[in-house]
């Protein structure tokens, strides 16, 4: 495995590799991995010659009141468990190469940042969207990995990446949970013992969803109610939203009806965590 961390190194590993018609998978992350990023890492090593995994904590994706200075980070740890999942190239930039002074262009995509996560993180979508068009421009990938559980986040890349012609496959690949249900997230090595347990009702009120739909349920109004009374119970869950909203537009739905995606995200302590369930009506 290739370890680089500035762009220009980055270009010539990868320049002498197309040079050789290696496709190229990229797997971009914040570190501090856990098995949904291997899960990514190992599609993209049976998809491609080339495997690129990126870590980078993306200040620009983060509001002022966030936790950037908080976000677990571990890069030597990332470079062992990357080295055995495949990887061929880690790519680790410090932020004032991908932002040097005087940076000012950023990615801007509209309506599908809107509503859900991007009510209570302005900007945030933003920030990707740019690193992310970054991040692409700098490798040239074939393909591209994100997991569902950022399901608005990949909605917003397959948009840019249709609305800006770039020539890259996104392939978004499922959630992976704990035994307990909880959705794999770098944040949760932030919950302590007692909120953890809290955060395990995140996956079952998702399942009570869906086995009401199962049971003939059509009103998002009812599933979305059932939904936040599993979490409100537990006192030391804040919920930001609980929605029902078509799977590709993302916009609310009243009716289960073709693939929804239920979302939700909640504040446990300091903690946000985000989860979601596609209900197929
Ligand atoms: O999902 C993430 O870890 C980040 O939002 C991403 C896609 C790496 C952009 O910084």
Redesign the pocket.
Same mark, same amino acid.
């Given at each position: 495995m290739k370890f680089v961390k500035t762009i220009n190194e980055a270009r010539i590993v990868l320049k002498g590799l197309k040079e050789l018609k290696k496709s190229v998978g990229i797997v971009? +992350?914040?570190?501090y991995l856990h098995e949904g990023?291997i899960s990514l890492v190992k599609r993209s090593v049976d998809e491609n010659d080339i495997t690129v995994l +990126?870590v980078? #904590?993306?200040p620009k !994706?983060f509001g002022k009141n966030e936790d950037f200075d908080c976000y677990p980070r571990d890069v030597e740890r990332d470079m062992r468990m990357a080295e055995e999942a495949g990887v061929d190239v880690f790519f680790a930039p410090e932020a004032d190469e991908m932002y040097p002074e005087g940076y000012s262009t950023y990615v801007n995509v509209e309506g599908v940042t809107e509503g859900l996560c991007g009510v209570s993180r302005p900007g945030h979508f933003r920030? /990707?969207a740019t /690193? #992310?068009c970054k991040?692409f421009n700098i490798v040239e990938p074939d393909r591209a990995y994100?997991?569902q559980k950022?399901a608005q !986040?990949a909605v917003v #890349?397959k948009r840019m990446v249709k609305d800006l012609n770039m020539n890259v496959e996104i392939r978004v690949c499922p959630i992976i949970r704990e035994k307990d249900g909880l959705a794999m997230s770098?944040r949760n090595v932030r919950l302590n013992a007692e909120e953890r347990k809290s955060a395990s009702l995140i996956y079952k009120s998702l399942s009570e969803a869906s086995k009401l739909v199962n049971s003939g349920e059509k009103s998002s109004h009812r599933i979305v109610e059932k939904v936040s009374g599993i979490l409100n119970s537990d006192p030391l869950i804040k919920v930001d939203y609980v929605e029902a909203v078509d799977a590709e537009t993302l916009k609310p739905v009243n009716v289960i009806s073709g693939r929804v995606l239920l979302a939700v995200a909640v504040k446990i302590g300091n903690t946000r965590l985000i989860d979601n369930m596609i209900l197929e009506g």
């Open positions: 971009p +992350t914040m570190g990023h +990126t980078f #904590v993306n !994706q920030g /990707v /690193v #992310v991040l994100f997991g950022d !986040q #890349v770098s």
